[in-house]
Protein backbone atom coordinates (compact mmCIF):
# COMPACT_ATOMS: atom_id res chain seq x y z
CA UNK A 1 0.00 0.00 0.00
CA UNK A 2 3.08 2.10 0.58
CA UNK A 3 3.78 3.23 -3.03
CA UNK A 4 7.83 3.92 -2.45
CA UNK A 5 8.68 4.81 -6.11
CA UNK A 6 12.61 6.26 -6.97
CA UNK A 7 12.04 10.21 -7.17
CA UNK A 8 11.84 11.43 -10.84
CA UNK A 9 14.46 13.70 -12.56
CA UNK A 10 16.82 13.51 -9.18
CA UNK A 11 18.65 11.56 -7.03
CA UNK A 12 18.64 11.47 -3.49
CA UNK A 13 21.64 9.23 -0.80
CA UNK A 14 21.51 8.10 1.86
CA UNK A 15 24.62 7.95 3.99
CA UNK A 16 25.06 6.03 7.38
CA UNK A 17 27.57 3.68 9.28
CA UNK A 18 25.47 1.51 11.65
CA UNK A 19 29.17 1.30 13.89
CA UNK A 20 28.24 4.95 14.54
CA UNK A 21 24.65 3.75 16.90
CA UNK A 22 26.61 1.27 19.05
CA UNK A 23 28.28 3.88 20.80
CA UNK A 24 27.06 4.96 24.55
CA UNK A 25 27.38 8.05 26.39
CA UNK A 26 26.19 7.13 29.79
CA UNK A 27 23.27 5.80 31.06
CA UNK A 28 21.81 9.37 32.10
CA UNK A 29 23.35 10.84 29.10
CA UNK A 30 20.28 12.34 26.94
CA UNK A 31 22.11 11.17 23.78
CA UNK A 32 21.10 8.50 22.48
CA UNK A 33 22.84 7.22 19.31
CA UNK A 34 20.23 4.39 18.81
CA UNK A 35 17.56 6.69 18.17
CA UNK A 36 19.39 6.31 14.66
CA UNK A 37 18.56 2.54 14.76
CA UNK A 38 15.15 3.09 15.44
CA UNK A 39 15.30 5.37 12.50
CA UNK A 40 16.46 3.52 9.82
CA UNK A 41 14.51 0.62 11.15
CA UNK A 42 11.20 2.60 10.64
CA UNK A 43 12.54 4.02 6.97
CA UNK A 44 13.65 0.35 5.99
CA UNK A 45 10.13 -0.95 7.12
CA UNK A 46 8.37 1.87 4.61
CA UNK A 47 10.27 0.49 1.98
CA UNK A 48 12.07 3.94 1.61
CA UNK A 49 15.91 2.53 0.86
CA UNK A 50 14.18 1.69 -2.39
CA UNK A 51 14.23 4.85 -3.19
CA UNK A 52 17.59 6.14 -2.64
CA UNK A 53 21.32 5.42 -3.24
CA UNK A 54 22.84 3.56 -0.09
CA UNK A 55 26.17 4.51 0.72
CA UNK A 56 28.02 2.88 4.16
CA UNK A 57 29.90 6.07 4.97
CA UNK A 58 33.50 5.53 5.83
CA UNK A 59 35.51 7.19 8.64
CA UNK A 60 36.84 10.66 8.18
CA UNK A 61 40.87 10.44 8.21
CA UNK A 62 42.71 12.43 11.03
CA UNK A 63 43.68 15.24 8.09
CA UNK A 64 40.04 15.45 7.13
CA UNK A 65 38.89 16.72 10.88
CA UNK A 66 42.19 18.69 10.86
CA UNK A 67 40.96 20.68 7.61
CA UNK A 68 38.45 22.74 10.45
CA UNK A 69 40.07 21.34 14.21
CA UNK A 70 42.96 21.87 15.48
CA UNK A 71 46.03 19.20 15.39
CA UNK A 72 46.54 18.68 19.39
CA UNK A 73 42.29 18.15 20.04
CA UNK A 74 42.28 15.52 17.62
CA UNK A 75 44.99 14.02 18.77
CA UNK A 76 43.59 14.63 21.95
CA UNK A 77 40.44 13.13 20.64
CA UNK A 78 42.81 10.15 19.35
CA UNK A 79 44.69 9.25 22.40
CA UNK A 80 42.91 11.37 25.55
CA UNK A 81 44.76 9.56 27.80
CA UNK A 82 47.81 11.39 26.78
CA UNK A 83 46.76 14.85 27.75
CA UNK A 84 46.06 16.81 30.93
CA UNK A 85 44.39 19.41 29.15
CA UNK A 86 40.14 19.22 29.06
CA UNK A 87 39.02 20.56 25.61
CA UNK A 88 35.60 20.26 26.55
CA UNK A 89 35.53 17.07 28.18
CA UNK A 90 32.65 16.78 30.88
CA UNK A 91 29.27 15.98 31.96
CA UNK A 92 27.85 17.37 28.25
CA UNK A 93 30.82 16.13 26.28
CA UNK A 94 32.22 12.08 28.49
CA UNK A 95 34.86 10.21 27.17
CA UNK A 96 33.30 7.22 26.50
CA UNK A 97 34.46 3.52 24.87
CA UNK A 98 34.83 4.56 20.49
CA UNK A 99 34.47 7.74 21.08
CA UNK A 100 37.42 8.78 18.24
CA UNK A 101 35.24 5.98 16.00
CA UNK A 102 31.57 7.36 16.78
CA UNK A 103 32.97 11.53 15.72
CA UNK A 104 35.49 9.95 12.67
CA UNK A 105 32.43 8.33 11.87
CA UNK A 106 29.42 10.54 12.03
CA UNK A 107 31.90 13.23 10.19
CA UNK A 108 32.92 11.33 7.64
CA UNK A 109 29.48 10.56 6.83
CA UNK A 110 28.65 14.81 6.41
CA UNK A 111 32.23 14.76 4.45
CA UNK A 112 31.07 11.79 1.86
CA UNK A 113 27.42 13.44 1.65
CA UNK A 114 28.68 16.79 0.69
CA UNK A 115 31.01 15.13 -1.76
CA UNK A 116 28.62 13.31 -3.28
CA UNK A 117 26.41 17.15 -4.11
CA UNK A 118 29.70 18.48 -5.20
CA UNK A 119 29.97 15.64 -8.19
CA UNK A 120 26.09 16.14 -8.76
CA UNK A 121 26.22 12.55 -8.44
CA UNK A 122 23.21 13.80 -6.09
CA UNK A 123 20.63 16.22 -5.75
CA UNK A 124 19.74 15.75 -1.60
CA UNK A 125 22.06 14.14 0.74
CA UNK A 126 21.04 12.73 4.28
CA UNK A 127 23.18 11.88 7.06
CA UNK A 128 20.87 11.59 10.54
CA UNK A 129 24.11 10.72 12.74
CA UNK A 130 25.27 14.30 11.64
CA UNK A 131 24.64 17.71 12.78
CA UNK A 132 26.90 18.10 15.43
CA UNK A 133 26.57 22.17 15.85
CA UNK A 134 28.31 22.95 18.91
CA UNK A 135 31.66 21.49 18.44
CA UNK A 136 34.71 24.48 18.42
CA UNK A 137 38.23 24.67 16.59
CA UNK A 138 39.46 23.02 19.75
CA UNK A 139 36.89 22.40 21.74
CA UNK A 140 33.94 19.83 22.21
CA UNK A 141 30.86 21.18 23.57
CA UNK A 142 27.21 20.50 24.05
CA UNK A 143 27.52 16.48 23.22
CA UNK A 144 29.66 17.80 20.14
CA UNK A 145 33.03 16.91 19.89
CA UNK A 146 33.78 17.53 16.28
CA UNK A 147 32.16 19.65 13.63
CA UNK A 148 30.66 17.23 10.66
CA UNK A 149 28.71 20.88 9.49
CA UNK A 150 31.86 22.69 9.37
CA UNK A 151 33.93 19.81 7.63
CA UNK A 152 31.08 19.07 5.09
CA UNK A 153 30.28 23.16 4.26
CA UNK A 154 34.35 23.23 3.57
CA UNK A 155 33.64 20.62 0.94
CA UNK A 156 30.63 22.27 -0.82
CA UNK A 157 33.24 25.57 -0.67
CA UNK A 158 35.48 24.37 -3.12
CA UNK A 159 32.68 23.92 -5.66
CA UNK A 160 30.10 25.97 -4.85
CA UNK A 161 30.54 30.17 -4.43
CA UNK A 162 27.64 30.22 -1.24
CA UNK A 163 26.01 27.67 0.81
CA UNK A 164 23.65 28.60 3.12
CA UNK A 165 23.34 27.01 6.38
CA UNK A 166 19.74 26.62 7.86
CA UNK A 167 19.58 25.11 12.11
CA UNK A 168 16.14 24.47 13.33
CA UNK A 169 17.70 22.60 16.45
CA UNK A 170 16.07 24.01 19.35
CA UNK A 171 19.41 24.97 20.40
CA UNK A 172 21.92 27.63 19.03
CA UNK A 173 24.23 26.59 16.28
CA UNK A 174 26.64 28.49 17.50
CA UNK A 175 29.79 26.61 16.72
CA UNK A 176 29.19 26.56 12.42
CA UNK A 177 28.47 30.70 13.31
CA UNK A 178 31.79 31.10 14.99
CA UNK A 179 33.24 28.84 11.56
CA UNK A 180 32.59 31.12 9.45
CA UNK A 181 31.52 34.56 11.42
CA UNK A 182 33.80 36.26 9.13
CA UNK A 183 32.54 34.93 5.71
CA UNK A 184 30.29 36.16 3.09
CA UNK A 185 30.45 32.85 1.19
CA UNK A 186 28.77 30.97 4.25
CA UNK A 187 25.37 32.77 5.42
CA UNK A 188 24.17 30.98 8.95
CA UNK A 189 20.45 31.12 9.56
CA UNK A 190 19.68 29.53 13.28
CA UNK A 191 16.04 29.27 14.88
CA UNK A 192 16.57 28.75 18.53
CA UNK A 193 15.34 29.13 22.20
CA UNK A 194 16.76 31.74 23.17
CA UNK A 195 17.52 32.91 27.09
CA UNK A 196 20.87 34.05 27.49
CA UNK A 197 20.83 33.32 31.49
CA UNK A 198 19.64 29.71 31.83
CA UNK A 199 19.15 27.73 28.15
CA UNK A 200 22.11 26.50 26.24
CA UNK A 201 24.79 27.69 25.19
CA UNK A 202 23.24 31.43 25.77
CA UNK A 203 24.58 32.50 22.30
CA UNK A 204 21.92 33.52 19.18
CA UNK A 205 20.02 36.98 20.19
CA UNK A 206 18.41 38.96 17.51
CA UNK A 207 21.25 41.26 16.91
CA UNK A 208 23.94 39.38 16.65
CA UNK A 209 24.35 39.27 13.20
CA UNK A 210 28.40 38.61 12.14
CA UNK A 211 31.55 41.08 12.88
CA UNK A 212 30.55 44.52 13.61
CA UNK A 213 33.41 46.06 11.52
CA UNK A 214 32.26 47.71 8.30
CA UNK A 215 35.28 45.79 6.10
CA UNK A 216 34.69 42.91 7.37
CA UNK A 217 32.80 40.63 4.78
CA UNK A 218 31.34 38.43 7.50
CA UNK A 219 28.78 41.77 8.38
CA UNK A 220 25.41 40.95 8.04
CA UNK A 221 25.87 37.67 7.46
CA UNK A 222 24.38 36.01 10.05
CA UNK A 223 20.72 35.42 11.11
CA UNK A 224 19.90 34.79 14.73
CA UNK A 225 16.29 34.08 15.47
CA UNK A 226 15.34 33.46 18.88
CA UNK A 227 12.62 32.41 20.04
CA UNK A 228 10.33 31.58 23.74
CA UNK A 229 9.40 28.40 24.92
CA UNK A 230 6.52 27.30 23.22
CA UNK A 231 6.15 28.30 19.93
CA UNK A 232 3.30 26.41 17.80
CA UNK A 233 3.63 24.74 14.29
CA UNK A 234 1.71 28.18 12.23
CA UNK A 235 4.06 30.53 13.71
CA UNK A 236 7.08 28.86 13.35
CA UNK A 237 6.24 28.20 9.49
CA UNK A 238 5.03 32.01 8.74
CA UNK A 239 9.05 32.89 10.41
CA UNK A 240 10.44 30.18 9.05
CA UNK A 241 9.23 30.42 5.40
CA UNK A 242 8.85 34.01 5.58
CA UNK A 243 13.09 34.54 6.84
CA UNK A 244 14.13 31.81 4.44
CA UNK A 245 12.58 32.92 1.45
CA UNK A 246 13.96 36.29 1.86
CA UNK A 247 17.25 35.01 2.34
CA UNK A 248 17.36 32.68 -0.34
CA UNK A 249 16.21 35.39 -2.95
CA UNK A 250 18.76 37.65 -1.85
CA UNK A 251 21.77 35.56 -1.35
CA UNK A 252 21.13 32.96 -3.96
CA UNK A 253 23.31 30.15 -2.41
CA UNK A 254 24.89 27.51 -4.82
CA UNK A 255 23.76 24.74 -1.99
CA UNK A 256 22.17 24.50 1.30
CA UNK A 257 23.17 22.33 4.46
CA UNK A 258 19.91 22.06 6.76
CA UNK A 259 20.52 21.23 10.19
CA UNK A 260 17.18 19.24 10.87
CA UNK A 261 17.49 18.68 14.85
CA UNK A 262 14.33 16.78 16.32
CA UNK A 263 14.85 18.88 20.00
CA UNK A 264 12.62 21.47 18.68
CA UNK A 265 9.46 18.97 18.54
CA UNK A 266 6.89 18.66 21.19
CA UNK A 267 7.41 16.57 24.41
CA UNK A 268 11.23 16.59 23.79
CA UNK A 269 13.10 15.58 26.59
CA UNK A 270 15.67 19.19 26.68
CA UNK A 271 13.54 20.98 24.46
CA UNK A 272 10.66 23.62 25.09
CA UNK A 273 8.54 24.40 21.75
CA UNK A 274 5.87 22.76 21.10
CA UNK A 275 6.24 21.72 17.06
CA UNK A 276 4.24 18.63 15.69
CA UNK A 277 5.97 16.13 13.19
CA UNK A 278 4.31 17.98 10.22
CA UNK A 279 4.74 21.56 11.35
CA UNK A 280 9.00 20.28 11.65
CA UNK A 281 9.06 18.35 8.20
CA UNK A 282 7.17 21.45 6.51
CA UNK A 283 10.67 23.15 6.70
CA UNK A 284 12.74 20.34 4.69
CA UNK A 285 9.33 20.49 2.75
CA UNK A 286 10.04 24.57 1.72
CA UNK A 287 13.82 24.34 1.61
CA UNK A 288 13.52 21.19 -0.96
CA UNK A 289 10.93 23.39 -3.02
CA UNK A 290 13.57 25.57 -3.88
CA UNK A 291 15.45 22.47 -6.10
CA UNK A 292 18.94 23.63 -4.92
CA UNK A 293 21.76 21.17 -3.78
CA UNK A 294 20.71 20.29 -0.26
CA UNK A 295 22.41 18.23 2.41
CA UNK A 296 20.28 17.25 5.23
CA UNK A 297 21.72 16.42 8.57
CA UNK A 298 19.89 15.70 12.07
CA UNK A 299 21.75 16.90 15.68
CA UNK A 300 19.20 17.04 18.67
CA UNK A 301 16.67 14.92 19.46
CA UNK A 302 15.65 13.52 23.37
CA UNK A 303 12.59 11.47 22.72
CA UNK A 304 14.42 8.99 20.70
CA UNK A 305 10.64 7.19 19.10
CA UNK A 306 9.78 10.92 17.82
CA UNK A 307 13.27 11.71 16.99
CA UNK A 308 12.63 8.28 14.40
CA UNK A 309 8.93 9.31 13.19
CA UNK A 310 10.87 12.79 12.29
CA UNK A 311 13.53 11.83 10.60
CA UNK A 312 11.81 8.93 8.78
CA UNK A 313 8.96 11.60 7.72
CA UNK A 314 11.77 13.59 6.29
CA UNK A 315 13.35 11.48 4.75
CA UNK A 316 10.20 10.76 2.63
CA UNK A 317 9.84 14.30 1.94
CA UNK A 318 13.02 13.97 0.18
CA UNK A 319 12.58 11.42 -1.73
CA UNK A 320 9.00 12.87 -2.42
CA UNK A 321 6.67 10.13 -1.16
CA UNK A 322 5.43 11.89 2.48
CA UNK A 323 2.03 12.28 0.56
CA UNK A 324 1.82 8.18 -0.21
CA UNK A 325 3.05 6.98 3.33
CA UNK A 326 0.57 5.07 5.50
CA UNK A 327 0.67 7.02 8.90
CA UNK A 328 -0.15 4.09 10.83
CA UNK A 329 3.35 2.56 11.12
CA UNK A 330 4.44 -0.48 9.50
CA UNK A 331 3.14 -3.87 10.65
CA UNK A 332 6.11 -5.68 10.07
CA UNK A 333 8.78 -3.50 11.70
CA UNK A 334 11.49 -5.20 14.01
CA UNK A 335 11.28 -2.55 16.86
CA UNK A 336 7.20 -2.08 16.46
CA UNK A 337 7.02 -3.10 20.38
CA UNK A 338 8.80 0.13 20.87
CA UNK A 339 6.37 2.49 19.57
CA UNK A 340 3.66 0.83 21.88
CA UNK A 341 3.52 3.17 24.54
CA UNK A 342 3.04 6.37 22.39
CA UNK A 343 0.18 4.78 19.57
CA UNK A 344 1.65 3.27 16.47
CA UNK A 345 0.94 6.04 14.36
CA UNK A 346 3.57 8.57 12.48
CA UNK A 347 1.87 11.51 13.73
CA UNK A 348 1.10 11.39 17.45
CA UNK A 349 -0.13 14.84 18.92
CA UNK A 350 2.89 17.06 20.33
CA UNK A 351 1.29 20.20 19.82
CA UNK A 352 -0.25 20.56 23.07
CA UNK A 353 2.29 20.38 25.51
CA UNK A 354 2.86 21.87 29.08
CA UNK A 355 4.28 24.74 27.12
CA UNK A 356 2.65 28.27 26.58
CA UNK A 357 3.34 29.75 23.51
CA UNK A 358 5.16 32.50 25.09
CA UNK A 359 6.02 34.11 21.13
CA UNK A 360 3.09 36.52 20.34
CA UNK A 361 2.08 37.81 16.76
CA UNK A 362 3.96 41.16 17.63
CA UNK A 363 7.12 39.33 18.64
CA UNK A 364 6.74 36.81 15.35
CA UNK A 365 6.44 40.58 13.41
CA UNK A 366 9.42 42.40 15.22
CA UNK A 367 11.73 39.48 14.29
CA UNK A 368 10.77 39.74 10.34
CA UNK A 369 11.05 43.57 10.09
CA UNK A 370 14.52 43.37 11.77
CA UNK A 371 15.45 40.38 9.81
CA UNK A 372 14.05 41.95 6.20
CA UNK A 373 16.14 45.46 7.27
CA UNK A 374 19.30 43.45 7.88
CA UNK A 375 18.99 41.43 4.16
CA UNK A 376 18.27 44.86 2.85
CA UNK A 377 22.76 45.21 3.20
CA UNK A 378 23.32 41.85 1.44
CA UNK A 379 24.46 42.59 -1.91
CA UNK A 380 22.74 40.85 -4.97
O1 LIG B 1 23.11 23.20 30.13
C1 LIG B 1 24.16 22.65 29.85
C2 LIG B 1 25.50 23.02 30.48
C3 LIG B 1 25.97 22.10 31.55
N1 LIG B 1 25.99 23.22 32.53
C4 LIG B 1 27.28 23.56 33.01
C5 LIG B 1 25.46 24.11 31.48
N2 LIG B 1 24.23 21.69 28.95
C6 LIG B 1 23.12 21.20 28.19
C7 LIG B 1 23.64 20.83 26.80
C8 LIG B 1 22.59 20.71 25.73
C9 LIG B 1 23.24 20.28 24.42
C10 LIG B 1 22.31 20.27 23.22
C11 LIG B 1 22.99 19.69 22.00
C12 LIG B 1 22.25 19.86 20.67
O2 LIG B 1 22.07 21.21 20.32
C13 LIG B 1 23.04 19.25 19.50
C14 LIG B 1 23.30 17.79 19.56
O3 LIG B 1 20.97 19.30 20.73
C15 LIG B 1 22.54 20.03 28.90
C16 LIG B 1 21.23 19.79 29.29
C17 LIG B 1 20.09 20.68 29.10
N3 LIG B 1 18.95 20.35 29.68
O4 LIG B 1 20.17 21.66 28.41
N4 LIG B 1 23.24 18.95 29.30
C18 LIG B 1 22.38 18.10 29.90
N5 LIG B 1 21.14 18.60 29.88
C19 LIG B 1 22.75 16.82 30.48
C20 LIG B 1 21.83 16.12 31.27
C21 LIG B 1 22.21 14.89 31.81
C22 LIG B 1 23.49 14.38 31.59
C23 LIG B 1 24.39 15.10 30.82
C24 LIG B 1 24.03 16.31 30.26
CA1 LIG C 1 18.89 26.17 15.94
ZN1 LIG D 1 19.72 20.80 20.32
Known amino acids: ENQIARPKGYTVSWHSN ?6 HFGQTHPMKPWRLTLTKELVMSYGMHLAMDL ?7 QEELKAFHKDEYIDFLHEPGYS ?17 DYC ?9 AARKLCSKQSDIAI ?5 L ?3 KKGEASGFCYVNDIVLAILQLLRVHARVLYIDIDVHHGDGVEQAFWSSDRVMCVSFHKYDREVFFPGTGPLESTGPIHPNNPGKNYTINVPLND ?3 DSSYQHLFETIIGDTIDVYRPDAIVLQCGADSLGHDRLGCFNLNIKGHGQCVTFVKSFRIPLLVVGGGGYTPRNVAR ?3 HETSICIGADKTLNPALPEFMPLREAFRKEGFTLFPNLGSWRKDNLNDQKYIQKIIEHVKEQLRYIKH
Open 18 to 23: PDVEDH
Open 310 to 312: AWA
Open 104 to 112: SLYAGASID
Open 55 to 61: YLSRAAT
Open 84 to 100: SAVYGVGDDCPIFDGLY
Open 230 to 232: GID
Open 127 to 131: NWSGG
Open 133 to 135: HHA
